[in-house]
């Protein structure tokens, strides 16, 4: 089962995420889906890496392509691949952020009828 984690860049506990992840971590065979932003995205593949589990990390384009120049779009973009190459969805917000990239997280994922799971942080 592949379960994407995305969440807030603000998020830096990571013992409490730790804690969530073991919770979502109910399988032998999962692979952790996430991005390559700070915070959250990070901490996942950390947690995969120190734990043995199978991840993959999905940048945006600008930064896979030297000669892109940077646009918000490709987070959206990413988003979307994320989801849509995962069976479900994780989405770890803080609750004192607004972060309109997780919201379209939110939406996409329940548009593409994928399980959808959100957590608020403290």
Known sequence: MRVAVIGSRKISDYDWLQEILRKVIEQD???LVSGG?????TLVHKFAK???ID???YKPHFLLDKRAQYSPRDFFTRYRQI???S???VVIVDTETNEPDLEFAQEYA???Q???FVISYK
């Open 55 to 57: 991840s993959f990390m």
């Open 87 to 89: 069976d479900q969805v």
């Open 29 to 31: 065979r999962v692979v």
């Open 114 to 116: 994928r399980p959808l």
């Open 83 to 85: 989801i849509d190459n």
């Open 110 to 112: 329940d548009k593409r």
């Open 37 to 41: 932003s700070e915070g959250v995205d």
């Open 50 to 52: 120190e734990n043995n």
